[in-house]
């Protein structure tokens, strides 16, 4: 059975930083990445990794102050954000791909405050 955890989340002000985890369980995967929900919007894409080559991508309100990364060894990636602003107040969500499947984690509050 497939499970995806995170940590991390948390109260920070503006300019802080957070750092993101996602352990994974009973598989391993092609992509990998997080997406967000700030309330009363959709889920959206933020950063995502490639198992083999590690290739990343971001949303472009996010390039340069956050960072994906993943540590194959323990099937986990991280999202480390920095320069933290108040619009990236959000449930953050982890998710991984393989094979026409989607997983997701439950989801971890991060609240910036100004």
């Known amino acids: 059975q497939v499970q995806l955890v995170e940590s991390g989340g948390g109260l920070v002000q503006a300019g802080g930083s957070l750092r993101l985890s996602c352990a994974a369980s009973?598989?391993?995967?092609?992509?990998m990445g997080w997406f967000r929900q700030a309330p009363g919007k959709e889920r959206t894409f933020v950063a995502g990794i490639t198992w083999y080559g590690g290739v990343t991508s971001y949303q472009d309100s996010v390039r340069g102050r956050f960072t994906i990364s993943r540590d194959i060894a323990k099937n986990t990636w991280y999202l480390q954000m920095n320069s933290l602003k108040p619009e990236d107040t959000a449930v953050y969500f982890c998710?991984?791909?393989?094979?026409?499947?989607?997983?997701w984690g439950q989801g971890t509050q991060v609240t910036v405050s100004s």
């Open positions: 009973g598989s391993m995967f092609t992509v």
């Open positions: 998710h991984a791909r393989v094979l026409g499947n989607v997983y």
